[in-house]
């Protein structure tokens, strides 16, 4: 990536990705700490762990006013279903970077994090997979009895009849091809 001064925000696939594809973090760069949690326990994580030491990965815990406003948004465009508890605070610690007037990129490979970032107009690129070129806004609906909602119980079932929710696309907006890839 050759723009200067920018921060990376990386969720824990990303941090793995970026290292297998650029053998090395050359940009500030920041991960969180649930994020980091999960590499460690699911990975031998020596690399990272060196990073962290040299300081050329920072660990953070974005403020619980950014991980509000994260939840927020993301229930209002239907995507909270999406989102881990690790994912918002990535994008937390991101739009914390945005507000700061920082030029903060969330690095990452999952399509809600990305629909989500556009919509908090939070920069996002991509490692192994194209960027999103459609921004949606999501509903969850019941073809049995019509009840809709965007934030669906966790085993999308109605709450008023048992059937299961459907997705559908509320609003859709096209992304521009500025937004690429690294
Ligand atoms: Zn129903």
């Known amino acids: 990536m050759n723009e200067e001064n920018v921060i990376l925000i990386l969720d824990a696939s ?11 973090i050359d940009k500030e760069a920041y991960i969180t700490t649930s994020a980091i949690n999960e590499i460690r326990s699911e990975t031998s994580s020596l690399r990272i762990d060196q990073l962290v030491l040299t300081g050329k990965l920072h660990i953070a815990h974005p403020d619980e006013v950014y991980i509000k406003e994260v939840i927020r948004t993301a229930r209002r465009i239907g ?39 556009y919509a908090l107009n939070i920069r996002f690129k991509s490692l192994l997979v194209k960027p999103i070129r459609e921004y949606r806004e999501y509903i969850y609906i ?29 609003r859709r907006i096209r992304i521009k091809a500025s937004q690429e890839g690294l």
Do not use: W
Request: contains cysteine.
């Open 14 to 24: 990303a941090i793995i990705n970026y290292l297998a594809k650029f053998g090395n």
């Open 142 to 170: 019941c073809q049995t009895c019509h009840f809709s909602t965007r934030e669906p119980p966790s085993d999308l079932k109605c709450p008023h009849c048992g059937d299961m929710l459907v997705r559908r696309i509320r």
């Open 79 to 117: 995507n909270i279903h999406d989102l881990s508890n690790a994912d918002i605070e990535t994008l937390a610690l991101a739009l914390k970077f945005v507000k700061e007037g920082k030029k903060a990129i969330l690095i990452t490979d999952d399509y809600s994090m990305m629909n989500v970032a």
